[in-house]
Every structure is written in C-alpha cells, then in structure tokens.
C-alpha cells in the first residue's frame, strides 16, 4: 500500500471510531432520558399510590344502639331523631363521661353523617323499631385516619386532631372488637359530602359518564362525516386548505378557549342550563372534533389508492367506494383516534369549570340535564378543600382517573395492533 493510500485509510479509521463514539454516547443518552422519565412517572404514581390507597378502606365503630319508638315515627322513618339515638349510645357505652366538654369529644369519634346511615336502616326495616341492635357506623374523618395510620398517635397532644382522652376511648373500643375497617364502597357509589370520611366520586363518576355519551354521540359522527367529506369528496380550493388548516390549528388551541365558547354559545345564547351534563357534552363535542377529524383523515389516506381504483373499476360509485370498501378498512385507525380524543376529554377540567361544573352536588345525576360535576372537576374541588381527610379521598380519585385513561389507552392500542392492515 502506497503511503497515500495508508494515510487515507487512517484518516477514515478515525473517523469510523469517532462516529461509532458519538453513536455509543447517543445510545447512552436516549437510555438516561428513558430512565429519568421512569424514574419520574415511578415517582409520581408512587406518591399519588401512597397517599391515595388508604382512601378505599373506612373505619366504623360498633355501637349499641337502642331504637326507641318514641324517638322514631314508625309511619315516617325520616323525621326520627337519630342523632339522639347515636348521643345515647355513645353515653351509654362511656357512663363516666358526664362533663359538656368531654361528651362533644366523644361525639367526634363517629360521623356526622351516621345518623343518615340509621335512618335509611329503619327504612329498609321498619322492624328495627323498638329493638336493640349492634350497629356499624362510620367513624369520623380524624378517627379513619388514625387508624389507617395516616396521621400519627405518638406526638404530644397539642399537635394531634385527637386528645389523649379520645384515644382512650377509641382505645378501650378496639379492645371490645367495636373497631374495624373494611372496603370503602361509599367512595365508589357514594356523592360528594361535606365530611372527608362520607364523600365519594359516585356522582362524579355519573356526571364524566353523561358528558363523555353525549360528547361520543354527537362528535363521532359529525367529526368522521366531515374527515370522509374533507378528504374524499371535497375539492382542492382555497376554502376547503382555509377550513384544513383552521381544523389543525383548533386541534392545538387551549382548553379553556372552547370553554369560554360553550359559555357563550350553550348558556348566554341557547340559555341551557348550567353545572349540567348537557352543556358540558356540547363543550367536549367541540374541543374533540378537531382530534377525531385528523385521526379519521390520516386513516382514511392510509387506504391505498389501489383499492379506490379496484372498486371503481368493477363499478362501483364514489360512495360505494368510500362506505364499502376504504371506511372498514380505515375503521381501526378511525376508532383509535376516537377513543384517544375521548381520553383527552375524559381527563379536561378547564372547559368545565368555565360552564359552572364545580357546583357543590350532593345527588347523583340520573339524566343529561340534571345537575352534575366530572371526575376531574371533583378532584379539583376536593384539592381546595382544607379538611386533611379529602387529601386521600383527591389522591384515590387520581388513582381512578388515571386507571381510565390507562384503561382507554390501552384499548386504543389493541385495536390498532389488532385490526391494523399492513399494505
């Protein structure tokens, strides 16, 4: 080998090693970023694990309760005074505690909503009237916590919700085997409440349910009819590039625009009612048709031209084309994109909010026009309340959101590695 020859094979030997290093270093570089960005989502699911788990378990505390018929109507269960048959009780399981003071922080250890829970009893069984019965009942907030560990018994007293007299009452009940906790169904069937340890998301989960319906029903078929319009039958002019590239720019455009635009349109002038699933479906439909004409587009183009060109050729009209043959075979893509833009507007809270959705509701909403709130929005409210109990109750009602959205996404991904067509 010539010595021009050699010098050139060595200068192209350095420069093989130099780009097999940069290539070692990118390779290192993409394998840090995914680590950090486990690391981080590890982080964050673990904390919103940690905080929110003890949320589906409750606390209850046995009480010998004694159905006076004197302080229940037996002809009108409701109007019973039950919170007088909690107080006596109470009273009667502690007879040494006499004093004001000491009674109103034995009454704490159990909910106020327990006398709810004793009135729809003797609802159910009218026969309970006159008897005495062991009864279950929900403990308070402070108590729940203390039991679950969530708020620590070994500090001095002036730093606890409980006094040192009250933990010798819960105490002296957990050794009776008058404490227990079981699987908090409250929180999944139950409405919002005032008190931490009887708020739960069922009405939250009711109200995403008639907003998300109403949101697939009404832009599912107006967003794949304009896409199939747009991108098969539509001729190329300056309107329909104008009404392209505005359907591209309000697939980026924030949140909260389409929610001032549903204020205006669905309540200032149609005057529909506010804080109802209606108006929030309409609002979703707006912001999720942009998503579900660009997912069902690219779908649609996917198709190869030559099965346009096989229909048209054994006859078939431009209709037939398009509904017999390229819309089924575009569908997997199609419903992907569906069912990720109906996970955006699972996950929205800004829209919502700008509609009135974060009323206070107390029942659960059984049709589109009654009042109701979304699960984002309630785990909004519950962030801003400052009772400690509904910090658990907004990280398990993360924890329910984030199932569904890991839930749809999932789905869309199975349908598109399921159905996918490889041309």
Excluded: C
């Excluded at 779908?299 to 050729?313: C, D, K, T």
């Amino acid at each position: 080998m010539t010595g021009a020859g050699w010098q050139v094979s060595k200068h192209s030997a350095r420069r093989l090693k130099k780009r097999y290093r940069r290539e070692r270093w990118l390779k290192a570089l993409g394998v840090l970023a995914i680590t950090v960005a486990l690391g981080v989502l590890v982080l964050l699911l673990g904390s919103v694990i940690a905080r929110g788990y003890p949320a589906f378990v409750k606390t209850e505390i046995a009480l010998e309760v004694n159905f006076k018929a004197e302080l229940i109507d037996p002809g009108q269960p409701g109007g019973g005074r039950y919170g007088r048959i909690i107080r006596n009780a109470l009273f009667a399981a502690f007879p040494d505690v006499r004093e004001r003071a000491e009674r109103r922080r034995l009454l704490k250890l159990i909910s106020r909503g327990a006398r709810f829970e004793l009135r729809r009893m003797v609802e159910s069984d009218p026969e309970l009237v006159g008897t005495v019965k062991k009864v279950w009942l929900t403990a308070s907030s402070d108590v729940d916590m203390l039991t679950k560990g969530s708020l620590p018994r070994d500090v001095p007293q002036d730093e606890r919700r409980l006094s040192d007299r009250q933990l010798t009452w819960l105490d002296s009940l957990d050794a009776a085997e008058n404490v227990r906790t079981r699987f908090n169904w409250q929180f999944f069937f139950g409405s919002d409440s005032r008190e931490p340890e009887l708020a739960g998301i069922g009405g939250a989960l009711a109200g995403s349910f008639w907003t998300l319906a109403i949101t697939l029903i009404l832009a599912f078929p107006l967003g794949v009819g304009a896409a199939i319009y747009l991108q098969e039958f539509a001729p190329k002019n300056r309107l329909t590039d104008f009404i392209e590239v505005n359907i591209n720019n309000l697939a980026a455009v924030p949140s909260i625009v389409f929610g001032l635009l549903g204020l205006a349109i669905f309540i200032q002038l149609f005057e529909l009612p506010r804080s109802t699933a209606i108006v929030g479906g309409l609002t979703l439909m707006l912001m999720t048709l942009p998503t579900i004409i660009i997912a069902t587009r690219a779908a649609l183009a996917a198709v190869p031209p030559s099965i346009r060109e096989a229909a048209h050729g054994v006859g078939a009209s431009p209709l037939q084309v398009v509904t017999h043959h390229v819309l089924p075979l575009a569908m997997p893509g199609i419903m992907t994109g569906t069912i990720i833009g109906m996970a955006r507007a699972l996950g929205e809270t800004a829209p919502l909010l700008m509609i009135g959705m974060v009323a206070f509701i107390v029942d659960i909403p059984a049709a589109p026009f009654d009042s109701a709130t979304a699960l984002p929005v309630q785990i909004f409210l519950w962030a801003d309340s400052p009772e400690r109990g509904f910090t658990e109750k907004m990280s398990a009602a993360i924890i329910v959101l984030l199932a569904f959205l890991i839930i749809m996404n999932a789905l869309a991904v199975y349908l598109r590695r399921r159905f996918e067509i490889r041309w």
